[in-house]
Each structure stands twice: as C-alpha cells, then as structure tokens.
C-alpha cells in the first residue's frame, strides 16, 4: 500500500515527519511525502507522479491549508494537490491536524480528529491502515526506535511496544472463564467426575456459554475441553487422567498447562487472577484452586512436571508468537532539537520554491557569526539569466529610465541571456551576510565623500581587499551563481522582492540625482522615483523589499563584487578561478548612481579587480559546514 501525506509546512512539517516514519515502519506500507522530492526533477511532475501511483492520501489539515499563498496564487499547493486527487478518484482520509475548517471539497468525508488527542488519533489511524493490508496489530518491520503507541507530543521519546495479548485481554478472560466452568461442572457432580460416562450437561453448558463446543470425559483417557473464542481462534485444553479426581488436581492441571505458555503466565498475573477465580459458586472448589494458584505462583523453576502431563494449545495464530520475559522499560531521552538544528535539516533537504522557505521562515533564518548577521541560503536549483520575455522587459524599463528614450539597445542586455541551458544547482546550503558590509564592520572609511557614517556601506574597496577581508571573517565572496540564486531563488524573481518595481523599493538614480553635480550629464535619471536618498542609504533600509533568504539591500546602494570572472553565459564552476589583476570580475545589484534597470537581478556588470569605486562595496558568504 503506497501512501501520498499531503500538508503544510508552516504548520504540520513535525507531524507530517512524524506519520511519514510510523507508516514506513509496517510490512506493505509505504509513504511518500516531498522531503524525497529529487532535485535534479521536476518537483510538480514527481508530486504527480506520486499521487497518480498512491493508493490512498493522507491531507493533515491545518490553517495554512486554506490560506491563499500570493496575488496571482488563490489556493494552496496543498488544495491543489486535494484536486488533482479528487480527479484522479484517489482515497482522501483527512487528519485535523489543527483546528481548522475543512476545505469544502473535502466536505461529507470523516476526518481523524489529531487536534484533541494527537495520540488517539494516531492509534485510530495506523488501526485503520492495518485492517486495510491486515497487519496484525504490534507486528512493525523491525524492533527499532519507532514505536507503534509512541506519543506525538513527545518527538523522538522511545517508548516500549505493545504487547500482541494486551490487545485481546478480554478474550483471553473469558477463554480462562470458561475452563474455570467446565472444572466447576467436572467436580460439582458430588465432588468426582464421572468417569464412566460421558458429561450429561454439554447442553446445559452449551447454553452456558456459546464458546463451548465439545466437553467429553472418558476413563482412564484423557480430557479434552476445545473453547472457540471467536469465529477463527480456537483453544484446545487436554487434561491428562489421575489418580485423584478431586478439585485440587484439576486445577493443578490447569496450572501447569497454563505455565506452559509464558504469555498467558503474564496476563493471568496482570489482570487479576484470584479475583476471577473467586466467581465461582462452589466455595470448596474455589478455596482450593486459590490454594493451588497461590502455591504455583511460588514456584522455582526447577518444579517437577513428571505429574503435569497435560499439553495445550492455545490461539493457533499465523504468525505464531514465541514466549519472551516481560521486557524492561528504559526510558530514553532524546535531546529537543534547536531551531539552528531544524533549520539547517531543512536547509539540507532544499526547496523548490521561493514559498517553501517563506512558510516556514518569512523574514529570512537569521544567525550570527562573530557578531555579523548572516542568512540561511537552503540548497535548490534555478536557471540563471533572463530569458527572452524578460530581455523585452529591461530593454522597457530601460527606455522608461533615460531622458533620452529609445537610445537603449537590446544587444547590451544579452550578456544575460539564459538560452535556457544555464541551470544551476545549489548542492549545500550557505550562509550570506544579512547586509552589506558596513564601514564599522569593516573597520575604516573607503571614500567618505560617498559613504562616511558608521552604518553606510564600505566603498571605494577593490575585489582582492574584499576578497581578503571575507577570508578573514571564515568565509569569501560569492559566486555569481550563489548571489543571483539568493536575490531570486527557485523563482527567478525580476527584482529581490518581486516581479513589478514601483519606484521606491531600493536606492537608485531617481530624483535625487539631480540633486548633485555629478549626475548632470547623467542620461538615465528618472524624476518620477524618489528613493528619499541622493547618494548611499544606511545597510539597514528598505528592509521591508529583502530578498526570500531575508537578505536585504541586493538590490541599489552599492554593486557588490562577487567572486567569478566575467565571462558569457552559459556559468560555469571554472569561472571561480582566481585570477591576475588583468582579469574583469563581476559586480552585481546596481548602485544609488545607476537607473532602475540595473536594480533587476539578473543585471551584469564588470570591473577590473584592481579597481577602486564610489559605486561599489561587498558583503560575504560563508560556507555550510554542517
């Protein structure tokens, strides 16, 4: 049985972890959630995949589930993947993970209500998935740390298993209730069983009770008592013949048949043995198996059983259980994992969009390093460069930004043409610093005319001191790849906050510039922008337009050197050789100085590393050593 667990994860990511483990755990039972998305995939063709081969859906249900995700997005992934099931005709058993309201196309179908009682509803759930590919109940794969009764509140807490009999305590009740009777009739004839004669009250007994199918005595045989429990467990009790026909040698025999299997030893001590013998209406016979339980119980194991003859087979079942001591509970304790921990298995795992990350990190997973912020960038893939559609869009803005429109010309954009073949995978996680660096971090002022306070960006530093001033921090400078990949993400968005620009999202050449003499001859400002600021803005501005990682200000203030050097698309690792001072490195992000075409993502520039620019600073990243 194949099993596709559909949810949020915002919401229900433990949960839906959690599930995922406990249904692997069974024989013929296999499930499927995205933590085993390939990245080297198409992630919505595996997810299809995967719901067009399941035999049934598991939805954990949740506020997230009905929250609409963007302007151009109405529902969820999750609701699109109830709809795709629903047409497909696949099974859909929903799971209340938090309180919530059920989506209307789930409407009329019963849900297994986690919220109240996350460990009832688990038992409820497996229960139902074993009666569907009849596992019998407690028989996992393997006695690992998955346990069947395992709370869901208590994450990673190893608990023991369940025992196959607890689960039938009431019917092994009634089996010993009934051998009780038949002792009871055996002895109640004058205190002797006739030997002579076969009973005369098997119908009476029938009548009795309707687990008693056949009760013969034969002299000098021996006794054969065959209880049906239910329509297909059948126990068989054989008494051998004595000398003594008193109440206290039947009873015997059933003791010692009952030591012969160790388990119902175990239920017979924990349910309360003497209280249910006691029921008899015979208190001679009653005094005397209390007698002999008590005596049994007492025992070594080094009793005689040359008198204990008799032979039992109890509860024919397929696969048979092998008698074992009642185990010892250890308790285990399983460190609580921190969110640097949860974050980087994440990180680990990867994304397949920009979403992904936001759901569970909306502003970003932000960490220090020695006092500097740095942001979590998690592993994935994205097609670097823009395509033709957006080639046509900045050749637009471009002509919007210049006084003298129509000068901007389509060849100075296709040195960022994908020609889709540029894909580019992000195997490991990294870190990139939250801002740019700024001349307090950096220790001293690059060219104070153009930057000067303490939290304004470090200019006018050539790439080899960037470089070197990132090494000494642990870490270097960006590949072109990596700073795209965290401007834009699995997306591919335009600008570091979206796909549209308004005017005022980031520090760029708009009303401002003609503020300065510098920027008279200037042919691309836009007076119709006002950005508030003339030349750079403190690191820390425009925090509400950061990218999906939460890094800010990629876009404007400042170009930022990378690491690669400057060479036509499509990128390849060999870019990242360093280099002589006569090879031209990349900058990225635009500047306060420049229009708003070159606050796109995918805009391409290109200095020579010994170069030293008011328009230019850095920031760092730092590689994923976990």
Known sequence: ???????????????????????????????????????????????????????????????????????????????????????????????????????????????????????????????????????????????????????????????????????????????????????????????????????????????????????????????????????????????????????????????????????????????????????????????????????????????????????????????????SSTPTVTPSLTKTKTPLEIAIER??????????????????????????????????QFIMGSTDDEIEYAVAICDESRIDEGNCARESFENELSLQVNNQEILKPFWIDKYEVSNSLYGEVGCADWSEAPNEPRNCVNWFDANAFCEGRGGRLPTEAEWEYAARGPDRLIFPWGNTYEGNEANHCDTGCSQQPWASDLRYMNEEHDDEYTIVSPVTAYSDNQSWVGAQNLAGNVWEWVSSVYWDYPYDASYEELSDENDRHIVRGGSFGDSMNSLRSTDRNDWLPNNRSQYVGFRCVRDFDG
Not at 101 to 107: A, G, R, W
Not at 353 to 377: A, H, I, K, Q, R
């Open 1 to 323: 049985m194949h099993i596709f667990i559909s949810y949020a994860k915002k919401d229900t990511f433990e949960l839906a972890d959690r599930l995922y483990r406990q249904l692997n755990s069974l024989d013929g039972v296999t499930a499927w959630m995205d933590r085993d998305l390939r990245p080297s995939l198409d992630w919505s063709l595996q997810i299809q995949n995967q719901i067009d081969n399941c035999d049934e859906m598991i939805v954990l249900l949740s506020p997230d589930v009905n929250r609409k995700k963007t302007d151009d997005v109405d529902i969820s992934f999750v609701m699109k993947e109830i709809h795709y099931a629903r047409r497909t005709g696949k099974p859909i058993t929903p799971i209340m993970a938090e309180d919530t309201s059920p989506p209307l196309v789930l409407e009329g179908i019963e849900y297994i209500d986690f919220a109240r009682d996350p460990n009832m509803g688990m038992e409820r759930l497996l229960a139902e998935i074993r009666e569907k590919i009849s596992i019998p109940i407690g028989e996992n794969k393997s006695n690992d740390t998955i346990r069947q009764n395992e709370s869901v509140n208590d994450i990673g807490k190893s608990k023991p298993k369940q025992s196959f009999f607890i689960s039938f305590p009431y019917s092994i009740l009634l089996s010993i209730t009934v051998v009780i009777i038949v002792i009871l009739i055996l002895v109640s004839q004058n205190g002797q069983p006739n030997n002579n004669n076969s009973l005369s009250t098997l119908d009476d007994l029938t009548a009795t009770s309707n687990n008693v199918a056949d009760v013969a005595t034969k002299p000098n045989q021996e006794t054969e008592v065959i209880i049906t429990a239910s329509a297909t467990k059948t126990s068989t009790v054989t008494l051998a013949p004595t000398d003594t026909k008193d109440a206290e040698a039947i009873a015997q025999s059933i003791v010692l048949t009952l030591n012969q299997e160790s388990t119902l030893t175990q239920i017979a001590q924990e349910t309360a043995t003497a209280i249910l013998w006691t029921q008899t209406p015979t208190p001679d016979v009653t005094r005397t198996v209390s007698v002999v339980l008590t005596r049994w119980a007492g025992e070594t194991a080094t009793q005689e059983s040359s008198n204990a003859t008799s032979t039992a087979t109890l509860w024919t079942l397929t696969p048979s259980l092998t008698p």
């Open 347 to 380: 990180a680990i795992a990867g994304v397949q969009s920009n979403e992904e990350w936001d759901e569970w990190y909306p502003n970003g997973f932000t960490y220090e390093f020695d006092g500097v912020e740095m942001v979590l960038v998690p592993s994935g």
